[in-house]
């Protein structure tokens, strides 16, 4: 992979407080020099706005009643400007670019170009993108679908970003090919948090509001970085601390989000002034949360400061859980976690204080690890504990990423969709649906790498970077006959694909989207379960730019055609009859279009709020994992991979990470200062890494050695850079869900 630049990245002292005037100035920065005037400040406007559309950045709730004109963070304007920039990739663009030249350009020159504007083929054996007719696309693609021995030879990947409309068709379109092979971004994601949610309390889904959030007790934000990530979680959090709460953060980093917050909605706040936020700053090791919960719950049972009652009427498995914390030994665990027991000791104050009010958010910090599930279970048996869940200012917050990512698995994206589902469908569209389990996004990289899978189409996205173990996945995308990208934006996975490849470009969330019956909106869920409209404004790129819905239609209409219960094309139409069908097969969207056309829209039903577990024993189970963390070699360190400041996710807007001191540059590591003296490791001189796993070493080189603030033994570096690292077999047990916080490496001067 290219390198950003040759010379050392700037670096300065981390922040210890976030947003404030130099969030807003960096926000203006971005919009006015990619999208202009006239078109950036309509784009800021319409953000986040009961008739606007949603913020294509993160899934974080609007406040329900009161919204500022400016109810927007950095990071949203930052995607913005990136959506609405005036700049566009056409057909002299790669007349001009061969694929080998592009992929000697960097992801940050990529996102650079602006906007992808015409459909375009790479043919067998071509140097070069050329036109396409979007007819001629959508027979290429239908064709080859059509030739395939078995529907399971193809695999259809989504993207948090598709709304419930685009997802809702296209599982419908994918299921009626014939096939479950539906991976998605959120394997990669949040599928730890569901897998263990679903187990301890019966719904894959937070079960707080925003409203929970302001009058909780305590707040532990835990594997989590939201200053940069969801910047607009920090109003909420300077809420529940003006209103006496407390927050507490779990965290190897000391991130600046999570210790304070200028509000730039406030004159406070542009001024300088900043809220302190946490009150206790726990920087556990990587992976070593499993071991700080456990410390917490055995000093819960010691003070025997459990919800009787509640565990009585509404629990499983208390004496297993109560059995592995009095095993559990107090020194051990705090080694494991880095945490000594004093610390605990007044987490557990916290915790316990006013009424037990607790929420607990958390992310890829937790997700991303071997033993993600029993982690995220653990959080779970501690609520429990106290009975920290079902009430108001109380309960269990995963805090989701793509802003409707948590959409689209309740509208049908998903490789093991329950068998309810599938049953509705089956009934409404005369069909039926196929029940053997799809590939999940890592099987998906292995039947490709195989051979056992042949067309590769994505629902937006960027699938090689994303991804771990790059190398394998380009190889594996590359033994495709033919891949597909349905795409805002040029992206790496334009550049690595089958022998035949794909763009489909689409119109973006902030784009007005005119189809027979006038304009259309779509809707989209965030992660407290709002289902909420989202109205483009902004003029399409291009006249050429057609819906994800539209892409879908046509797409299904080609390969498998109209049938008797379904009229591809009929449906685009109007986006509300898409939504009268989904009311159809998914319970609690009724009556959708009426709903989502009230200000703010509505919330889907959540039985946990009411305190009914929809287990298989009807009660909310406690976990009793066996104490497992993961290990390395003497002399290894535990490797973590995050987002710097100014990216989102594959997608880099600039090379600074302003949080964290660093500036121009993005092939770096962090790592604690006395690892790099026991190793004549100079500060800011380039290293090498190794990674290990049972099947080999994986090597990046040339990556600038950062002595940063962080646990010994531990280091991090930004994703996608460190991906060829990630091992693609490494995975969390029962999720799936590639291991990218939890990698063992080495590092050794750069030679
Ligand atoms: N601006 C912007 N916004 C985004 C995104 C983006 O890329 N840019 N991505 C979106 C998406 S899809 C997602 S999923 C979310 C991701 O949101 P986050 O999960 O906040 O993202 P990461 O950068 O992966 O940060 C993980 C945090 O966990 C910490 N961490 C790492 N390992 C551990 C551990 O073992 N224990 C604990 N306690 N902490 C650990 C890291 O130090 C870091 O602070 O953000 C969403 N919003
Ligand atoms: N090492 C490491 N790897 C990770 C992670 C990590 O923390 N560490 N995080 C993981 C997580 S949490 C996630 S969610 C995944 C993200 O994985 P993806 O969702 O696959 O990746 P993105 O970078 O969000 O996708 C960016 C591309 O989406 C396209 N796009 C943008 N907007 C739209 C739109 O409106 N419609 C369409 N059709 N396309 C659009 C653009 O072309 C852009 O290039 O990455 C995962 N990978
Ligand atoms: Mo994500």
Known sequence: MPFEKKTPPKVGKPKTSAAGAAAVASSMNHVMRTAGPVRGTKALLELNQKDGFDCPSCAWPDPDDHRAVTEFCENGAKAIASEATTKQIDRSFFRKHSVADLLEKSDYWHDQQGRLVEPMVLREGATHYEPIDWNDAFELIGSQLKSLDNPDEAIFYTSGRASNEAAFLYQLFIRHYGTNNLPDCSNMCH????????????????????????????????????????????????????????????NPLKEAGLMGFAHPQKISGMMGKSTQLATQYLQVKVNGDLALLRALGKEIFERDALDHDFIANHTNGIDAYRNVCAAA?????????????????????????????????????????????????????????????????????????????QGDRTVGIYEKMPEPFLAAQDKEFAMTCPREHGYDTVEAILAMHQGDAKVFFALGGNFLQA??????TGQALQNCDLTCQVSTKLNRSHLITGKTALILPCLGRSERDTQIEGDQFVTCENSMGIVHLS???????????????????????????????????????????????????????????????????????????????????????????????????????????????????????????????????????????????????????????????????????????????????????????????????????????????SIEISIQSSS
């Open 191 to 250: 599928e730890s948090s569901g897998t263990a949610m679903k187990q301890a309390v019966g719904i894959g889904k937070g079960t707080v509001t925003l409203d929970d959030i302001h009058e909780a007790d305590t707040v532990i934000c835990i594997g989590q970085n939201p200053g940069t990530n969801h910047p607009r979680m920090l109003s909420s959090l300077e809420t529940c601390v003006e209103n006496g709460g407390k927050i507490i953060a779990v």
């Open 329 to 405: 030994d107090y020194d051990d665990l705090c080694k494991r976690s880095g945490i000594s027991r004093k610390d605990v000791s007044e987490l557990a104050d916290s915790v316990l204080s006013g009424d037990k009010k607790l929420i607990t958010c958390w992310a890829m910090g937790l997700t991303q690890h071997k033993n993600a599930v029993a982690t995220i279970r653990e959080v779970a048996n501690i609520h429990l504990l106290i009975g920290a869940i079902g009430r108001p200012g109380a309960g269990l917050c995963p805090v989701r990423g793509h802003s409707n990512v």
């Open 467 to 472: 991804t771990p173990d790059t190398h394998f």
């Open 535 to 741: 109205k483009g404004k902004l003029e399409p790129s291009s006249p050429e730019l057609l819906s994800e819905p539209d892409i879908v239609a046509r797409l299904a209409e080609a390969t498998v055609g109209n049938t008797e219960k379904i009229n591809w094309r009929w449906l685009i139409g109007n986006y509300d009859r898409i939504r009268n069908l989904i009311e159809k097969i998914v319970p609690g969207f009724a009556p959708y279009n009426k709903q989502v056309r009230q200000p703010g829209g509505f919330y889907l039903p959540n039985d946990t709020k009411r305190r009914v577990w929809n287990t298989p024993s009807n009660k909310a189970e406690f976990g009793a994992a066996d104490m497992d963390q993961f290990e390395v070699a003497d002399g290894h360190l535990v490797l973590q991979t995050l987002r710097s400041h100014d990216q989102y996710n594959t997608t880099i807007y600039g090379l600074n990470d302003r949080y964290r001191g660093i500036g121009m540059g993005r092939r770096i590591i962090f790592l604690n200062p006395e690892d790099m003296a026991t190793r004549d490791i100079s500060p800011v001189s380039l290293v090498d890494i190794t990674s290990y796993w049972n099947d080999g070493e994986r090597h990046v080189e040339k990556f600038y050695a950062i002595p940063y603030d962080i646990p010994a033994g531990t280091a991090a570096a930004y994703f996608p850079e460190a991906n060829p690292l990630i091992p693609v077999n490494s995975t969390a047990l029962e999720s799936n869900t590639p291991t990218s916080k």
